[in-house]
């Protein structure tokens, strides 16, 4: 019951997780312009995204344009459009297999290994998402402090982190919840099971087969030979226990 009830909350920070880094993906401000020095020019805010860079005048309106080329963009920013992607495809996927392994459903049915298994899978392609989000956040966030302090920048050139950097992290701490749930919960339970029957190579003991039930024999009665007449020629003395005395009977004597 307990395994249970952890299942579904790993599945439900791994849904929020997902659901954080596609916003993440989708959202253009990872990069935002920064406001210091003489740049005093704040109508007017720069965002750049992984698909495509925005402009918005004084909180109005905002336009965007989808880039040309994927060669113009930085290394960052290229990496981080493929990373992003398969940790979509990881998490979709792990999401997925983890339903089909939840001890709430009857996917698999009268094999608790095979669900153990399954989600042991689950969980690690939800831990695998999870770190193909936390590199290209955590690699673009570097090269914006980077370049922020870096002296050869003018203040029109240097930028801040924007909001999906932030809704980037969040999400790949939840997928690492969700995934960490699935995997150890499923491991200590394996270990479990697996401590329960071990037997010892080295023990003396032999095992025997259990004894079979006493089957009921069944007494089979002969039937037994009747006496047959004998002729004789003399007669013969038969005794009676009701007489002292010999009774002679001619002709026929019984053995």
């Not at 955590?138 to 950097?165: C, K, M």
């Not at 080295?202 to 259990?210: E, Q, T």
Request: with cysteine.
């Amino acid at each position: 019951m307990a395994n249970s009830a952890l299942e579904i909350v790993g599945l439900l920070l791994t849904l929020i997780g997902l659901i954080g880094a596609a916003a993440s993906t989708g959202m253009p401000m990872w990069r935002v312009t920064a406001f210091i020095g003489e740049n005093i020019i704040v109508f007017e805010t720069r965002y750049e995204g992984l698909w495509m860079n925005c402009f918005r005048q004084a909180d109005i309106r905002m336009q965007c344009k989808v880039y040309d080329s994927l060669l113009a963009l930085p290394p960052d920013l290229q990496a981080a459009r493929g990373l992003m992607c398969c940790a979509l495809a990881l998490g979709g996927l792990g999401l997925l297999i983890g339903l089909l392994g939840m001890q709430c459903t009857s996917c698999i049915q009268n094999n608790d290994r095979a669900k153990r298994m399954v989600l042991i899978i689950a969980g690690s392609m939800i831990i695998m998402a999870c770190i193909c989000v936390i590199i290209p956040v955590s690699w673009t966030g570097h090269v914006i402090i980077r370049d922020f302090y870096n002296p050869l920048l003018i203040d029109a050139q240097r930028r801040e982190l924007g909001e999906a950097l932030y809704i980037g992290w969040v999400a790949a701490a939840f997928l690492f919840a969700g995934g960490c749930m699935f995997v150890c919960c499923n491991l200590q339970s394996e270990g479990k099971e697996s401590r329960r029957y071990i037997y010892s190579r080295n023990s003396d003991y032999m095992a025997y087969p259990p004894p079979q039930p006493l089957q009921p024999q069944q007494l089979v009665l002969l039937p037994q030979p009747q006496p047959q007449p004998v002729l004789s020629r003399h007669p013969s003395t038969n005794y009676s226990y009701n007489s002292r005395y010999p009774s002679v009977r001619s002709g026929v004597a019984y053995l």
